[in-house]
Nanobody, 124 residues
Framework: QVQLLESGGGLVQAGGSLTLSCAASGLVFRSYGMGWFRQIPGKEREFVGT?????????WYGDSVKRRITVSRDNAKSTDYLQMNDLNLEDKAGYYCATALEWGAKREDQYRYWGQGTQVTVSS
């Protein structure tokens, strides 16, 4: 059974940084590209970033965050990471990781397995 477990969310001041983790189990982690989305209640999920399978040589980022985030992976730990810098109030959302079905995937239907999410709150 594939499980993805996000962690690292919490309360951070505007301008601060946060690193989210996504621990995977039940799959051969290095064989899967991984992605991150975020969602504000009442709105659709927004693509944040994705990294290719294997060594993660390539990454893609959403336009609204691409200058402030980095997605990385550690295959030995079956975990990928979302580092976010210079957080602002608009970054407040639930953050979800998922396994990608193809490289550079930016739509929800291009992902298969999803975690339950971790909440990020930004204070002014």
């Amino acid at each position: 059974q594939v499980q993805l477990l996000e962690s690292g969310g919490g309360l951070v001041q505007a301008g601060g940084s946060l690193t989210l983790s996504c621990a995977a189990s039940g799959l051969v982690f290095r064989s899967y590209g991984m992605g991150w989305f975020r969602q504000i209640p009442g709105k659709e999920r927004e693509f944040v970033g994705t990294i290719t399978w294997g060594t993660g040589d390539r990454t893609w980022y959403g336009d609204s965050v691409k200058r402030r985030i980095t997605v990385s992976r550690d295959n030995a730990k079956s975990t990928d990471y979302l580092q976010m810098n210079d957080l602002n109030l608009e970054d407040k959302a639930g953050y979800y990781c998922a396994t990608a079905l193809e490289w550079g995937a930016k739509r929800e239907d291009q992902y298969r397995y999803w975690g339950q999410g971790t909440q990020v709150t930004v204070s002014s």
